[in-house]
Structure formats: C-alpha cells, structure tokens
DNA sequence: TGCATAGTTGCACTATAGTGCAACTGTTAA
DNA sequence: TTAACAGTTGCACTATAGTGCAACTATGCA
C-alpha cells in the first residue's frame, strides 16, 4: 500500500510544503491516529480535492498508508523504515509561532467528537466548523 | 548571519534537494566539522557556482552559517534552535542505498588531509579527486 | 601593480510543483 | 434504481526552483 522513496530527498520534499506539513504534524501529534479526507477536510478548512492531492504525495513518498472502508478512505503515517520516526520526532519539535497547528489541532479535536465506534459518520461539515472557531 | 526560518516548511525545503542533502549529511557525519566551498567542490565533485548557489540556500533557511577568513568560506552546520539537531539525526539515519554519501565521504576525508593548522591551503582539486575515486 | 584564484551572481532557459474548476468514479441508503 | 456524497483526477494556468554560462568581486602573492 505504500513504497519506499529511492530518494532521500524525497522524504524531505513530501515535508516542503505547508499544507501537507499540516496534515502530518496534525496526525503525528496524535499518536499516529487515523483520519478520513473529510475529517482532514474540515480540520485544515481546505478544499477536499487539495488535501486529495497532498495526500496522494504524501502516500507516493511513503509517509502515509491508506485503506478504503466503505465510502471513507482512512489514513496514517506509517513508520517504518525507522528514520520516519525520527523523522516525525522532528516535526513534533517544530515551533508553532502562528499557532496554526494549534488551531488545526482543535478543530481536528471537535471533529473527531463526531466518531461512533471510532468510525466517521458524518461528510463535510466545514461551514460548522468555519464559524465554531473562526 | 543567519536567520531562522519562519515557516518550519523552509526547513524541509531546504534539504529537498539532492546536491543540499549531500552537503548537510558530509557535514552533519563529521561532527558538525566547517568546510570551505573548494573543499566541498572536490568532495561532491560538482561545479563551484552550483554548490556556492546552495550554500546560500541552505543560509537563508538557518541550517548554515558562513563566515570569510582570508580567500576562504568557511561554513558550518547551525544547531540553534534545538530542534535542528533532532534534523540532522534524522538526516544521518537516512539510508544510502547508491552509497552517494559514501562516495562523498571518502573524498571529503581524503581533501581534509591537504589542511594544514586546520585551514584550507589549497584551490580545488576536483581531476585529482575524480581521477582518484573514478 | 598585476595576476591567479576563491567565491558570487545576473541572465536565459527548462522543468516541475501547486492551484482551482469541473468532471469523473464508487459506494451507501432511500 | 437513483440521488447524495466521499473522494479522485484531467486540464489549464501560474509561480518558482535548479541549471549552465559567463561576467563579476575580493583577496593574497609574485
């Protein structure tokens, strides 16, 4: 479900870029739980087909393992080979000064609240989440 | 001389690169040892406005401060603010399956022999280096 | 003083990355 | 069987990154 980058580089470059540096601080910081697109949607407050996109880098860099359940498609980081997770001890000691993963965290806490049996039931609820926090 | 990165994407950026990575894993195995741009020009075996070019990257996002000493630049691996370090684990765990950072590594020894009083003395010397290691 | 050399940089060029729109696939539930 | 919706992808566009050449600056030495 996932390969191995031939090139280190590439490790660094599925990290080089913001959005994607988001959705991997925002799993990462919660023990590698698992999260749908609308979930990631509506924590990032980004448009679903951008995340899609980031995602798929992520998982062609071998950062990030998906599986299909039902409609919702579930992913993760994945961990090994081990230096991915000294790789993610890194990002978990980045600084925040703009406090965005701060704000992303919450959100992605709130709407995690909409599980049931630890799965999503619920689509996009952005606009929800877009007036809840500002 | 030298700024930090203000959005942690710079940081990955940085090292997203192929030649930038070489660079940062030469110095970061040899405990954070400085090194002048011939010296790195005959250990990666790549042209002297390319790497110059490089170095310059790697400045401006906060992995390297450069300072002038006679004809020479020295530059050498910053490790504040602290999560840089946790960077540079993370660089020398990463694997070398084209044994590019080997490669690299036996040359930049062999060139750091030419130091005398632990300075550069010498221009670059990349067709004895080339000729020497194929 | 003038030359050799360590290092930098402007310019032109090419390749690639990120984005938004809109159309698409696949699955669930009425 | 069909409507709704989670998720993906083709297309066009724009911005930026990396490269090579050649010209440049700055320093030490004959």
């Known amino acids: 479900m996932h390969s191995i980058a031939v ?15 988001r959705i991997v601080r925002l ?3 919660e023990a590698h739980e698992r999260a749908c697109l ?5 924590s990032l407050l980004e448009p679903s087909y951008k995340l899609s996109r980031h995602l798929a ?10 599986h299909k359940e ?6 993760r980081l994945v961990t090994k080979p081990a230096y991915l ?5 890194t990002v978990k000691a980045l600084p925040d000064p703009r406090k965005i993963y701060r704000a992303d ?6 709407r ?3 599980r049931e049996d630890g799965r999503c039931q619920v689509g996009i609820q952005s606009d929800a989440f877009r007036s809840e926090t500002g």
Request: hydrophobic fraction near 45%; glycine fraction near 4%; proline fraction near 0%.
């Open 70 to 75: 039902g409609r919702w498609v579930y992913h």
């Open 85 to 89: 997770k000294q790789l993610y001890a």
């Open 105 to 110: 965290l919450k959100r992605f806490h709130d």
């Open 57 to 66: 880098i992520l998982r062609r860099a071998g950062l990030l393992a998906s």
């Open 27 to 29: 799993m990462v910081v």
């Open 38 to 42: 609308c979930e990631l949607v509506d």
């Open 7 to 21: 090139h280190s580089e590439e490790v660094f470059q599925a990290l080089a870029d913001e959005t994607r540096l």
């Open 112 to 114: 995690m609240r909409l």
